[in-house]
T-cell receptor
Framework: GQQVMQIPQYQHVQEGEDFTTYCNSS?????IQWYKQRPGGHPVFLIQ???SGEVKKQKRLTFQFGEAKKNSSLHITATQTTDVGTYFC??????????WGAGTKLIIKP | SAVISQKPSRDICQRGTSLTIQCQVD?????MFWYRQQPGQSLTLIAT?????????ESGFVIDKFPISRPNLTFSTLTVSNMSPEDSSIYLC???????????FGQGTRLTVV
């Protein structure tokens, strides 16, 4: 079946360092969505990318959708403790089902 | 947007028993879903809850084990039947207002089977 691969599984950073997570689909996606799940919480929608090559920014977060609509990335500049959590990508397939990546856990080193 | 109320938030159950989880959305939504999430893992779709008809189950999930109801556009239940310790997990209700829209989630039900 269709899969969305997400890497890395974990990323440890010092506060103030940057963080990036990548997603790659085996097939072309209708759109890709990004979610954040805080420890003990539920996934919360961050953004949706629809167009080929689209780039969107939310303050320190930059989201990209690849030209082929198969890959996407989320980059956080100058991480803060409030950024801690797991970031999931979810691709919308041709059947309008969300295919979830494995998630990348952002850990801030003490 | 949609706000989803899910209950119970957690439960500890004896093996062999059943638990029904309720999900109430504050607005009419097109699609409702049930997911399972093991700690530290991604979301696994159990089924799509269809209004007034049988749910659509994903591979590995069957109606006898996870009966689902959706009597109207804003309410759904998931029952975990004849529970075993392997059913211990977090169960999440989700809803979308349209085919290409974002997913909203309930707070989740943390189930422990002893």
């Amino acid at each position: 079946g269709q899969q969305v691969m997400q890497i890395p599984q974990y990323q440890h950073v010092q506060e103030g360092e940057d963080f990036t997570t990548y997603c790659n689909s085996s097939t072309t996606l209708s759109n890709i969505q990004w979610y954040k799940q805080r420890p003990g919480g539920h996934p919360v929608f961050l953004i949706q990318l629809v167009k080929s090559g689209e780039v969107k920014k939310q303050k320190r977060l930059t989201f990209q959708f690849g030209e082929a609509k198969k890959n996407s990335s989320l980059h956080i500049t100058a991480t803060q403790t409030t950024d801690v959590g797991t970031y999931f990508c979810a691709g919308l397939d041709s059947n309008y089902q969300l295919i979830w990546g494995a998630g990348t856990k952002l850990i801030i080193k003490p | 947007s949609a706000v989803i109320s899910q209950k119970p938030s957690r439960d500890i159950c004896q093996r062999g028993t059943s638990l029904t989880i309720q999900c109430q959305v504050d607005s009419q939504v097109t699609m409702m879903f049930w997911y399972r999430q093991q700690p530290g893992q991604s979301l696994t779709l159990i089924a799509t809850a269809n209004q007034g008809s049988e749910a659509t189950y994903e591979s590995g999930f069957v109606i006898d084990k996870f009966p689902i109801s959706r009597p109207n556009l804003t309410f759904s239940t998931l029952t975990v039947s004849n529970m075993s310790p392997e059913d211990s997990s977090i169960y999440l209700c989700s809803a979308r207002t349209g085919v290409g829209t974002e997913a909203f989630f309930g707070q989740g039900t943390r189930l422990t089977v002893v």
